[in-house]
């Protein structure tokens, strides 16, 4: 006779501690649940109420945030893990999108040098730049993010300046 | 990584240089894949772009539309594909102005405008390498026409 296993629904559930401006809180997941979910829920406990693309969770000392799509399980985060709650913006390149920790003073080149390395990108630098959605000129690279209008929860295109080929 | 190139895909490819190029110009298509079965080449592309003397350049509003369009199906592109008037090798022009520049990316020259037999006969494949230098490499390695 089969026996079906039961999982206790209390072996999903546990803690994260999330940390955002210097204040930490611990939030309830579930490992089940979407990062975005538990995103959602660090904004509201925080008292933050800005849309959810404007941030983003990341572990400490990663470049890139967690995907938000992923359950907490396939992202790896473990009970009583410190995650960070930042400002983020998304950057696009060959059909990836990752989401990036914002920072309005931080320039374009940086930033742009950051999301280069994480897309694991070989050119020379100076052959990228950055773009916002809907806008075919390139970011100055020597400007703030916020002096070149880029915002929270903004979806920027990085991508080869020129692509062109001939013999 | 050895990719699966439907035989329709590979027509298609030649029927747009020879439209677009006439004979006469360089043009430019792209093979993409899902991110979730990346060795199957699902679609070719023809991006926008103006063919002149040297070559052609990709229109710039069409690149980010496609980039837009690439995140949101979830795509990436494989191989770019060109043609050259006479011989297909990877020219300076080609090894700094690629569409993608990660390591495992294929560009594939082909001769005469694409105007001789559909294949690769006289074609060039250059793969851009983990140290971000293009060489060439075998195409039987790398496409499999299924």
Not at chain 1, 108 to 134: D, K, N, R, S, W
Not at chain 2, 70 to 92: C, D, K, M
């Amino acid at each position: 006779m089969e026996t079906a296993v039961l999982e206790s629904p209390s072996e999903h559930r546990f803690a994260v501690l999330v940390v955002h401006d210097g204040a930490k809180r611990t939030i309830p997941a579930d490992s089940s649940e979407a990062v975005s979910a538990l995103l959602g829920r660090a904004l509201h406990d925080f008292g933050i109420r800005a849309p959810e693309r404007d941030y983003d969770l990341f572990r400490s000392g990663c470049a890139t945030g967690l995907p938000l799509k992923d359950s907490l399980k396939e992202a790896g985060i473990r009970p009583d893990e410190e995650l960070i709650l930042k400002l983020a913006v998304s950057v696009l390149y060959n059909g990836v999108t990752r989401i990036f920790a914002y920072v309005p003073p931080e320039t374009v080149q940086a930033l742009t040098t950051e999301a280069m390395h994480a897309f694991g990108i070989t050119a020379q630098p100076h052959t990228y730049g950055l773009f916002a959605a809907g806008s075919t000129t390139q970011l100055p690279a020597n400007s703030t993010l916020k002096d070149a209008g880029v915002k929270p929860g903004n979806e920027l295109l990085l991508r080869q300046v020129v692509v062109q080929g001939g013999a | 990584m050895r990719y699966r190139l439907p035989p329709a895909l590979l027509q298609e490819t030649f029927a747009y240089f020879r439209r677009c190029g006439g004979g006469r110009r360089e043009c430019q298509a792209l093979w993409i894949s899902a991110w979730r079965e990346p060795g199957l080449l699902t679609a070719v592309i023809h991006p926008l772009h103006a063919a002149h003397r040297a070559g052609f350049r990709v229109d710039d509003a069409w690149l980010n539309a496609f980039w837009q369009e690439l995140a949101a199906a979830e795509n990436g592109v494989r191989f770019q594909i060109h043609t050259h008037a006479r011989r297909a090798f990877h020219s300076r022009t080609d090894d700094d102005y690629p569409i993608i520049h990660q390591p495992g990316f294929l560009s594939l020259v082909i001769p005469n405008f694409a105007m001789g037999e559909i294949g690769f006969d006289g074609a060039y494949l250059a793969e851009i390498g983990e140290n971000g230098r293009w060489s060439e490499v075998s195409i039987s390695d790398r496409i499999e026409v299924v």
